[in-house]
T-cell receptor, first 109, second 113 residues
Framework: GESVGLHLPTLSVQEGDNSIINCAYS??????FIWYKQESGKGPQFIID?????DKRQGQRVTVLLNKTVKHLSLQIAATQPGDSAVYFC????????FGAGTRLTVKP | DTEVTQTPKHLVMGMTNKKSLKCEQH?????MYWYKQKAKKPPELMFV???????INESVPSRFSPECPNSSLLNLHLHALQPEDSALYLC????????????FGSGTRLTVV
């Protein structure tokens, strides 16, 4: 079936560097995408979202890019900090929300 | 109030027990969701309620029984569970089905012994 998937299961970066987490999706009907951060023992926390009529959206230190041509979504984190260490999930909806596999981000001091 | 509150935070139950998980939100959201999350895996959708009616059941075994008594409450009744049902059970809500602004609770860590 159709699914949301991630290219890399783990990502390790140096503190202060920029991080890029990728996500591939296959449902062309999806019109809303969300990035979540999940820390150990907690529920997913909303980071940033984007609708399919946009290519880019910026938040505080985070940017989401959407490439509908290749069905690709990315999350960029600027000046990565130790507190950014977590598992990051992308999710898509047209109707109910489905999660991708997740990427574990580890920030080295 | 902008939170989804789940109780209990931790639950240990035997395979013959009956227990319930509770989820509450007071944001006026009309869609509520149950997810199951195993270690190192993404959350898996179990049930979706829209306007207090069951909208989606992802072929979940009948030993899991959801209930939405009102627009603020969502319960998950558990009976005759198996050890492999041990997981983090997450509740979420949104303004409407498929709408933006999903909010998750912190989950109930369930251990079946």
């Amino acid at each position: 079936g159709e699914s949301v998937g991630l290219h890399l299961p783990t990502l390790s970066v140096q503190e202060g560097d920029n991080s890029i987490i990728n996500c591939a999706y296959s449902n062309s009907a999806s019109d809303y995408f969300i990035w979540y951060k999940q820390e150990s023992g907690k529920g997913p926390q909303f980071i940033i979202d984007i609708r399919s009529n946009m290519d880019k959206r910026q938040g505080q230190r985070v940017t989401v890019l959407l490439n509908k041509t290749v069905k690709h979504l990315s999350l960029q984190i600027a000046a990565t900090q130790p507190g950014d260490s977590a598992v990051y999930f992308c999710a898509e909806t047209p109707d109910d929300m489905r999660f991708g596999a997740g990427t574990r981000l580890t920030v080295k001091p | 109030d902008t939170e989804v509150t789940q109780t209990p935070k931790h639950l240990v139950m035997g395979m013959t027990n009956k227990k319930s998980l509770k989820c509450e939100q007071h944001m006026g959201h009309r869609a509520m969701y149950w997810y199951k999350q195993k270690a190192k895996k993404p959350p898996e959708l179990m049930f979706v309620y829209s306007y207090e009616k069951l909208s989606i059941n992802e072929s979940v075994p009948s030993r899991f029984s959801p209930e939405c008594p009102n627009s603020s409450l969502l319960n998950l009744h558990l009976h005759a569970l198996q050890p492999e049902d041990s997981a983090l059970y997450l509740c979420a809500s949104s303004q409407a089905l498929g709408d933006q602004g999903y909010t998750f609770g912190s989950g109930t860590r369930l251990t079946v012994v």
